[in-house]
């Protein structure tokens, strides 16, 4: 590296990083782009901590990553990484964390507040876990952190129509899923 560092594009520095393992590199790289994936980890996370604690995983997932893969745009790319590894801690709060909530919030029907048997939750985290990604995600981000349509749609990239889709067909799914469960936990 005997140019200046910051005349080096980001696909040159992908470059000598996949080509020659130089982790300075990836150190110029973490320069330009760790402010930026703060503020997307923030927006996910909404813990400051856990959002730095985030992108230090990240990094060190592209420094595992980046040799593997053919990557022509950087940016785009960590980016992606960057979600999917939110969503992924989100999923794994999710099944940390006990949900208080009615059955009435998915289904789509009126109906009388009442607690949820340990079991209901098992039912509900193991539906929600059989879901397709995309739906899985709409349902988490909507329903149990309770972002509005527009917000889920920034944070997964899917059109406000796309979330009502996914939304819509997630509810489905988790009724037949859970009425699946259901009846194999009764036989």
């Not at 340990?118 to 995309?134: C, D, M, R, S, Y």
């Amino acid at each position: 590296m005997e140019r200046k560092p910051e005349t080096y594009t980001d696909e040159e520095l992908v470059q000598l990083f996949q080509q020659q393992h130089n982790r300075k590199a990836l150190g110029l790289l973490y320069r330009r782009y760790a402010h930026l994936v703060l503020g997307l980890c923030l927006d996910y996370l909404k813990n400051r901590e856990d959002a730095k604690d985030a992108v230090m995983d990240i990094f060190e997932k592209a420094g595992r990553k980046l040799p593997e893969q053919s990557v022509t745009n950087f940016r785009p790319w960590l980016f992606y990484v960057s979600r999917n590894h939110c969503i992924d801690i989100l999923r794994k709060k999710l099944k940390q964390v006990p949900v208080e909530f009615s059955e009435a919030i998915f289904m789509e029907s009126a109906g009388e507040d009442r607690p949820i048997e340990e079991n209901q939750i098992e039912l509900l985290t193991a539906a929600i876990a059989a879901l397709k990604p995309h739906q899985r995600d709409c349902i988490t981000l909507f329903y149990l952190k309770g972002y509005s349509y527009e917000k889920v749609s920034k944070l997964t990239g899917f059109s406000d129509k796309e979330v009502k889709s996914y939304l819509q067909n997630g509810r489905r799914n988790l009724k037949i899923i859970i009425n699946k469960l259901e009846h194999e936990q009764a036989e």
